[in-house]
């Protein structure tokens, strides 16, 4: 079975430039998460949908970060402008349901350089 | 509110030895209790978790974790590493109606 999937994996871009990325959670799975990893700060909740509604996008660092769930297969994160402290990776995960204890399962990252 | 605090950033061993993974955890509520694996360049993986019933938790890989409520506890142990045990390991914890929160990590060295 496919996972999470996420593009792109890797992306330098330069100051001021919008950046998208890009996240098709697991088949059936209802809850979908975006974290942030940095060495300074770890692993870091940015937002996350259940059945397709933010629930908590507390964790959003500012408006510059948005993001979006049109439908069940797919969710975007956006950046505009970019600066280069949003260096980092960015994980999407998703669960079967927001049921505390369930399993999250994350894609590969998508590794972002802003010069 | 909930925390996760792992109390070493590093842990270097040599290959065959046993290891501890230490993670401490705080919350007004009951919790359910996870480990995740990350090796380099990839995303993170389930280890093992706690949800209820037995203290002791087995997991993939031959790691095992032990849930201590008394000293709000959950520190990952296995036997005898490899080589291939060298990863970051990443202690979380959540409870009813929050996501997972993750503490900083851990690296695990394994050197022969």
């Known amino acids: 079975d496919a996972g999470v999937i996420q593009s792109p994996r890797h992306e330098v871009t330069e100051m001021g430039q919008e950046v998208t990325l890009r996240c098709k959670p697991i088949?059936?799975?209802?809850?979908l998460f975006w974290y942030r990893q940095t060495m300074m700060r770890g692993l870091e909740l940015l937002i996350y949908?259940?059945?397709?509604?933010?629930?908590?996008d507390s964790g959003m660092p500012e408006d510059r970060f948005s993001a979006k769930m049109p439908n069940a297969s797919f969710s975007t994160l956006k950046i505009q402008p970019s600066e280069p402290r949003d260096s980092a990776v960015y994980f999407c995960?998703?669960?079967?349901?927001?049921?505390?204890?369930?399993?999250?399962?994350f894609g590969e990252g998508s590794w972002l350089t802003v010069v | 509110a909930q925390s996760v605090t792992q109390l070493d950033s590093q842990v270097p061993v040599f290959e065959e030895a046993p290891v501890e993974l230490r993670c401490n955890y705080s919350?007004?509520?009951?919790?359910?209790l996870f480990w995740y694996v990350q090796y380099p360049n990839q995303g993170l993986q389930l280890l093992l978790k706690?949800?209820?019933?037995?203290?002791l938790v087995k997991g993939i890989n031959g790691f095992e974790a032990e849930f201590n409520k008394s000293q709000t506890s959950f520190h990952l142990r296995k036997p005898s590493v490899h080589i291939s045990d060298t990863a970051e390991y990443f202690c979380?914890?959540?409870?009813?109606?929050?996501?997972?929160?993750f503490g900083k990590g851990t690296t695990l060295s394994v050197s022969s």
């Open positions: 706690y949800l209820s019933g037995s203290t």
């Open positions: 088949s059936g799975h209802n809850s």
């Open positions: 995960a998703s669960s079967l349901t927001q049921i505390s204890g369930n399993t999250i399962y």
């Open positions: 979380a914890v959540n409870q009813a109606g929050t996501a997972l929160i």
């Open positions: 919350s007004s509520v009951s919790v359910y």
């Open positions: 949908f259940n059945n397709n509604v933010p629930i908590d």
